[in-house]
C-alpha cells in the first residue's frame, strides 16, 4: 500500500468526519417545520386525502391523516414530529401498525426529509413546500427488490370547523 496515500486517504476522512459534525449538530438544533401547519387535501378519481398539522407547541407538531374512498375510510394515521437527543423526529403510526419513528436528515424553510432504513416501507418520508398553497409529500423506498416512491400532491384547504 502507498503510505502517501494512506495518509491522504486518512486526513480526507478525518476532514469529510469533521465536516459531518456541523451537519449532524445543524439537523439537531434544527426549528420544527411550523410551515407544515393547517390542512391539506388531496382528491383524484373518488378518493380524498386529508392531513391536517395542529402549530407547534410543546416543542412538537401533531398531526393526522385520513383516506376516504367512496365514503368508506381506507387508511389513517397518527403523527408527531418532535426533538429527540438525535434532531428532529417523525413518528407514525398508519392505520393501528405499531409506531414507526424517522429521523430528520434534511431540514430547512421549506424541506423535511426523514428517514428509516431499517424500515419495511416507506423508508424516506419528505414534505417539501412549493409555495404557500402547495405541499409535496413522498414516501419511498425499497419493497423487495423493487424502489417505490408515492407522492401527494396536497393543496392547501380550510380546516374542519374554520
Avoid: K
Wanted: with cysteine.
Amino acid at each position: 500500500m502507498n503510505r502517501s496515500w494512506s495518509c491522504r486517504a486518512a486526513f480526507g476522512l478525518a476532514a469529510l468526519l469533521g465536516l459531518a459534525q456541523p451537519i449532524v449538530a445543524q439537523q439537531a438544533s434544527a426549528p420544527l417545520p411550523g410551515w407544515l401547519a393547517g390542512c391539506w387535501r388531496e382528491a383524484n378519481a373518488g378518493q380524498v386525502i386529508d392531513e391536517i398539522w395542529l402549530p407547534p407547541a410543546g416543542d412538537a407538531l401533531v398531526g393526522m391523516a385520513r383516506t376516504v374512498r367512496s365514503d368508506t375510510l381506507r387508511a389513517w394515521e397518527q403523527l408527531v414530529i418532535r426533538r429527540s437527543s438525535n434532531g428532529l423526529t417523525l413518528e407514525a403510526t398508519p392505520s393501528g401498525q405499531p409506531p414507526a419513528a424517522f429521523l430528520a436528515v434534511e431540514a430547512n424553510d421549506t424541506l423535511i426529509r426523514f428517514e428509516n432504513l431499517t424500515h419495511d416501507f416507506p423508508q424516506v418520508i419528505r414534505y417539501q413546500r412549493l409555495g404557500r398553497d402547495s405541499l409535496l409529500a413522498v414516501i419511498s423506498g425499497t419493497i423487495g427488490e423493487r424502489q417505490r416512491a408515492i407522492e401527494f400532491d396536497y393543496a392547501r384547504v380550510a380546516c374542519p370547523g374554520s
